[in-house]
């Protein structure tokens, strides 16, 4: 009895601080851009084998995030751009692997390539996307990148932001924080219907207030489990000593 007590407790201890380590990841990631908030939940699984059946063990699961929109803020810098619809930015990295973001606050780098980060560049239907040095930029709310040069009238249409909308249950969270599909299956593909706003981004979808009860509840679960070890050893120690006594 003692022995499945104390490991059921020491389970939920574990994997409480786990998910407090995701809340707290949520809470520092409040003022990221595009953020979505991580899912932190508990699962049961019992333990197999002989004379284990009637023990559990806890694990925590990231399984996946919240996608409901963040506060938009307006900025008017013609490099913020912010996804009024459902759907994300298409984005690669420096290797190649093309994921998916809710930021959009972009920047022209010295090449003048669009991106978001030093290594990972804004992609567009057919690439990288150039935008010249010195030129305005118009972006419509379908993506057409359109820019105007050299105090033209004329405003010259150079690329298409690439607006993806893959099914939410297929997105995997990636270490660097965006969002993939997995490895087998293509990448998404342009869908028409997304719409974006120039001149604003999106703000993380997490809220301070509720992640900082969370981490609090959180935190008492933890110090519950403890409490429950402790008291585990307790009764371990009254029930050898009363063993002892009925001994003599």
């Known amino acids: 009895m003692i022995d499945r007590i104390a490991y059921t407790a020491m389970t939920g201890a574990k994997h409480t601080m786990g998910q407090l380590a995701t809340t707290s990841n949520n809470m520092a990631n409040v003022h990221t851009p595009g953020f979505r908030e991580q899912v932190a939940a508990f699962r049961a699984v019992p333990l197999e084998g002989e004379q284990a059946d009637s023990r559990a063990f806890v694990v925590d699961s990231t399984p996946t995030a919240y996608f409901n929109p963040g506060a938009i803020e307006s900025t008017d810098n013609p490099f913020d751009v912010a996804i009024a619809t459902q759907g994300f930015f298409a984005v690669r990295r420096a290797d190649g692997s093309e994921v998916y973001t809710r ?71 990636a270490e660097d924080g ?66 002892t006594l009925s001994n003599f």
């Open 178 to 243: 965006f969002f993939e599909l997995p490895k087998n299956q293509p990448p998404a593909e342009l869908d028409a219907s997304v719409r974006v706003r120039q001149g604003a981004y999106e703000t993380s979808n997490v809220n301070a207030a509720n992640a900082m009860v969370q981490m609090i509840n959180q935190t008492r679960m933890f110090e519950l489990n403890m409490r429950v070890i402790q008291t585990a050893e307790q009764n371990s120690r009254q029930a050898n000593i009363l063993m």
């Open 103 to 173: 930021n959009g606050r972009f920047f022209r780098d010295e090449n003048g390539v669009l991106r978001i980060g030093r290594d990972v560049s804004v992609m567009g239907e057919g690439g990288e996307i150039t935008i010249p040095r010195n030129a305005e930029v118009e972006i419509s709310n379908n993506g057409i990148v359109w820019v105007r040069e050299n105090g033209e009238q004329r405003l010259n249409q150079v690329a298409q932001l690439k607006l993806v909308n893959p099914n939410i249950r297929d997105l995997v969270r």
